[in-house]
T-cell receptor, first 113, second 113 residues
């Protein structure tokens, strides 16, 4: 079974608005990552946040992590048409050896012109 | 510096046949992981190779096997193909000790008819 679950499954917003996606997971983690995937192509790494971090920024992206709630959120500010993609969270859970990461089912984001 | 490359891009096979997919990791990476992504789903971990050995394995039958070569490139073999094996197969590479970040290739789209 998948470790992480993204919410919502699909999201449509107007260009320029902010998009927020959430991820919940089941077991304690070493780190959590967010990836983007365009139209069934390869995944692009966005941000990695470690279990002892609470927030990270990268350009228009902001990721938060709440280990007490076993959840993370990805915020994309000032969305653009090019942000239309599927977004996945992936967890590297504690007790897991050697770089195996588990993906959620993803949030499909559609930016409306 | 070439990223992760995969071949072929697309492949059509008949049920019962066998298939081999290939992956070349990013320069400097020694670990290769394979994922299966069904349409509309997140990637599912198949297995990981390091030092030419299978280091971890997900919940996939023995029909799925792999190999890693001395130059760190890798192959994924699937025997006795089923219709349900139709998916995007993703290869990801990483460097041991980098704590989770993986670089993904563009994937191979396998269609089983």
């Amino acid at each position: 079974s998948q470790q992480g679950e993204e919410d919502p499954q699909a999201l449509s917003i107007q260009e320029g608005e902010n998009a927020t996606m959430n991820c919940s997971y089941k077991t304690s983690i070493n780190n959590l990552q967010w990836y983007r995937q365009n139209s069934g192509r390869g995944l692009v790494h966005l941000i990695l946040i470690r279990s002892n971090e609470r927030e990270k920024h990268s350009g228009r992206l902001r990721v938060t992590l709440d280990t007490s709630k076993k959840s993370s959120s990805l915020l994309i500010t000032a969305s653009r048409a090019a942000d239309t993609a599927s977004y996945f969270c992936a967890t590297d859970f504690k007790g897991n050896r050697d770089d195996k990461i588990i993906f959620g089912k993803g949030t499909r984001l559609h930016i409306l012109p | 510096d070439a990223g992760v490359t995969q071949s072929p891009t697309h492949l059509i096979k008949t049920r019962g046949q066998q298939v081999t997919l290939r992956c070349s990791p990013k320069s400097g990476h020694d670990t290769v992981s394979w994922y299966q992504q069904a349409l509309g789903q997140g990637p599912q971990f198949i297995f990981q190779y390091y030092e030419e050995e299978e280091r971890q394995r997900g919940n996939f039958p023995d029909r799925f096997s792999g190999h890693q070569f001395p130059n760190y490139s890798s192959e994924l073999n699937v025997n006795a193909l089923l219709l349900g094996d139709s998916a995007l197969y993703l290869c990801a590479s990483s460097s041991t000790g980098t704590s989770g970040r993986q670089y993904f290739g563009p994937g191979t789209r396998l269609t089983v008819t």
